[in-house]
């Protein structure tokens, strides 16, 4: 499961560089994870092509789109809330056509278009493509559907149009779907089977991000590590595949290999990792490469192998832990992050202590925690009981954020008077004379402005930090820079 992305960010809408020509105004709305924003992207390029300019003006918009999620509970009503929006916006201007996006669309699709007739078309996340038959038969008088997933859709050759973008970072997209099955996760479900995209587009992509002047790049998928290319086709299949295809395949730890070889001033991060995936190859990778970042995103969701096997994790505790030796030996200085669900069904005290115990060997620099919520059409909801009482869900969770809170004092504290590499990315929210950047670790970093810019790679004494903040001045250009 990837993990959500910023909450300030949720639901921006979208703004890329407008085309002359076009005539028609696009409001797009992103929500969830990563892949979901970036395949907001690859939908407004597609658009774009039709005719049509992004606008944040909702109220002038022909054409609204909202790209959904259904990881949590609440991203989906948060989405629901949106349409009522765009709706009563309808009200006043019945022109304008409302669709939905990603991964709420298969599951909601007779509800959203038949029953509460709140949207005229919906949209699956491999058909983004067919988005102007679909919308030809919105412009026709009727309801236009396409939800089915595919076997070999990746958008490799679809140039996506960065939106609400700072220039400098951005997400290449590198594998689509998701063959693991976690009991809890709607993700096999919604984006199909997993395929990986051709590396040599991933380095077109990248080669065009670099020549724009982007500086850093995170390769994109719901497990990356899984990566594999062979010529097409999916993951499952590469069994079949000639033994020349077999031969030359490319994993992850090539393809990350590759990116950072010809790329060696284009900083590089990956997300999300699976640690049953996450080879010794990879860690070995990141230690060649400079420019590749020292930070690896490695939800783990429980420290129990009883809620492991619950969860169907095809690792183990001790497995994990031996990863993590790994990373730690290979990769000294390496940021390591979480996702944790508390109250898995079945879940025990001894298998919450069993997570606590699991946060104190690791201490991690941070994590993303929850409370189990049962989604639908999930594994989880059709075996399980979901029967761990809300009041003990949330103790647990208060208790795990407290533990990852003390690490991530510890981990942040472990920067003061040390020098950091910083990669400056915008303004500072709470000051108009700082940058605000974050290091090869994944920690923002805030220092006075000076005359450095947007952009700079930047060395970074740190003398002061918050919680999850490190403050310092600026001492010189880095000379990866
Ligand atoms: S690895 Fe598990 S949690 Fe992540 S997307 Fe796949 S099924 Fe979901």
Redesign the pocket.
């Known amino acids: 499961?990837?993990k959500v992305i910023d909450e300030s960010k949720q639901g921006e809408s979208l703004v890329l560089e407008n085309k002359e020509q076009n005539t028609r105004k696009l409001y797009i709305e992103s929500f969830g994870c990563a892949m979901n924003f970036s395949d907001s992207e690859i939908v407004a390029s597609i658009l774009s092509d039709q005719g049509y300019n992004t606008t944040q003006n909702l109220e002038e918009a022909d054409l609204v789109l909202v790209n959904t999620c259904s990881i949590r509970d609440k991203a989906e009503q948060t989405v629901r809330k949106r349409l009522e929006k765009y709706n009563a916006v309808k009200r006043i201007n019945p022109k304008m056509k409302v669709g939905v996006l990603g991964c709420m669309a298969e599951r909601l699709k007779s509800k959203f278009l038949e029953e509460e007739k709140i949207v005229d078309l919906v949209v699956g996340p491999d058909a983004y493509k067919d988005l102007p038959n679909l919308l030809a038969e919105v412009e026709d008088g009727r309801d236009a559907i396409n939800v089915i997933l595919s076997k070999e859709e990746t958008y490799g050759d679809v140039s996506p149009v960065r939106l609400n973008s700072n220039g400098v970072t951005a997400y290449v997209s590198i594998t689509r779907g998701?063959?693991?099955?976690?009991t809890?996760?709607?993700?096999?479900f919604t984006?199909g089977r997993e395929r990986s995209r051709d590396p040599q587009s991933i380095l077109e992509e990248i080669n065009d991000l670099w020549t724009k002047d982007f500086k850093e790049i995170t390769l994109l998928g719901?497990?990356v590590d899984s990566y594999l290319w062979y010529g097409g086709g999916l993951k499952k299949d590469f069994e079949k595949a000639s033994d020349l295809q077999q031969a030359t395949a490319v994993n992850f730890s090539n393809l990350l290999d590759m990116c950072a070889k010809a790329y060696p001033k284009m900083r590089i991060r990956f997300s999300?990792s699976?640690p049953q995936d996450l080879t010794l190859d990879v860690i070995e990778t990141m230690a060649k490469y400079s420019n590749i970042c020292k930070h690896i995103h490695l939800?783990v969701?429980s420290g129990s192998n009883r809620i492991l096997k619950e969860m169907?994790?095809l690792h183990t505790r001790e497995e994990y832990f031996a990863l993590i030796d790994n990373i730690k030996r290979i990769l000294p200085g390496c940021a390591i992050s979480q996702d944790l669900i508390a109250g898995f069904p079945t879940e025990t005290e001894q298998d919450h202590q069993d997570t606590l115990s699991l946060l104190d060997y690791v201490k991690y620099n941070f994590g993303f925690m929850y409370t189990y919520s049962e989604r639908p059409g999930t594994m989880a909801e059709r075996k399980l009981v979901d029967d761990v009482p809300e009041d003990v869900k949330k103790r647990r969770l208060a208790e795990i954020v407290q533990r990852q809170r003390e690490h991530g004092a510890i981990r942040t504290e472990a920067y003061l008077n040390t020098v950091v590499e910083v990669l400056i990315e915008k303004e500072s929210k709470k000051s108009d004379t700082e940058w605000s950047g974050r290091t090869q670790q994944n920690s923002v970093a805030v220092f006075p402005k000076e005359n450095y810019k947007i952009g700079d790679l930047v060395k970074v004494k740190i003398n002061d930090c918050t919680s999850a903040t490190l403050i310092g001045v600026a001492i010189g250009l880095s000379m990866d820079s």
């Open positions: 499961m990837e998701c063959d693991n099955m976690c809890f996760c709607v993700v096999p984006r719901q497990n999300t699976n939800p969701q169907n994790r």
